[in-house]
């Protein structure tokens, strides 16, 4: 039985790396389908792709999951490729795979990608997506290696995690951060709303949103048809986090946020 594989990578589309990648697939695992998540992340920005995985992977089917966000490429850093009750993930170890893992309950096993047989061999180390990662995936998919085949195992301690923040309730306050910046301008926070509860704060409420030294007052609403066009407000995205948005409009621009930029939420 063949598995699918969910494919994250910065590469972009300009050049023709995500399509070689494919190439490997294709000729590992021909009867594998492959489901490209996204080539767009920023580049070489680890905590942005492992954030995309992490929204994304409960909505995946099981199988293999290939993501290359990999600004150490050609260090000392390992290759890793982990085992989980959902399926198998292959990619660096620098933290991009652990959020999406622990959402899907932890890795039962882990390996080192460092046998060579399970290689493309290449004179240059720079494109480690083709020549380890998606070799290792498309064995993975196809049956045709398990995971023990790839290389020695790791212990839970070996392997880099991916710490990320958490809101900080204070005094009728709610602290954190903008997460995401999605391709419409909408901004995603590490908020919940389980955290504003926690201050009295609901649906239909407003709210006072603090960046920098600037506030502004924005209905948390359900949907953006509850504002007038040109409005901000506050929602439940489809994540299950509060974010920022403008109707018709870009938040990030409106509102002057970025990703990693600190907001802070009151009654």
Known sequence: ??????????????????????????????????????HDTPRGNVRAGALALTRAIQYLPD???????????????????????????V???????????????????IVSVD???????????????????????????SGEAALDDLGPTLGDDEVVPLLLPLAEIDQGSVSGEAWWVDGFGNVQTNISPGDLAEIGLAHGHEVTLRVGATTHRLPWVAA??????????LHVDSAGLIAIAVRGGRADQRLNLAEGASVTLTG
Request: hydrophobic share 45%; with cysteine.
């Open 1 to 38: 039985m063949t598995l699918p594989v969910s494919f994250l990578s910065d590469f972009g589309r300009r050049d023709e790396f995500v399509g070689v990648v494919h190439g490997v697939l294709a000729k590992l695992a021909p009867e594998s389908r492959v489901i490209d998540l996204t």
């Open 63 to 89: 199988g293999v999951c290939l993501a290359v966000v990999d600004p150490g490429v050609g260090s000392e850093r390992k290759a890793i490729a982990l085992e989980t009750g959902w399926g198998f993930f």
């Open 91 to 109: 990619g660096p170890d620098n933290g991009l795979l652990s959020p999406a893992v622990s959402m899907v309950g932890g890795a039962t096993r």
């Open 115 to 141: 046998n060579p047989e399970a290689m493309i061999p290449s004179p240059g180390q720079t494109f480690q997506g083709r020549d380890v990662f998606a070799p290792a995936a498309g064995l993975l998919a």
């Open 224 to 233: 953006y048809s509850e504002v007038d066009e040109g409005s901000p407000l």
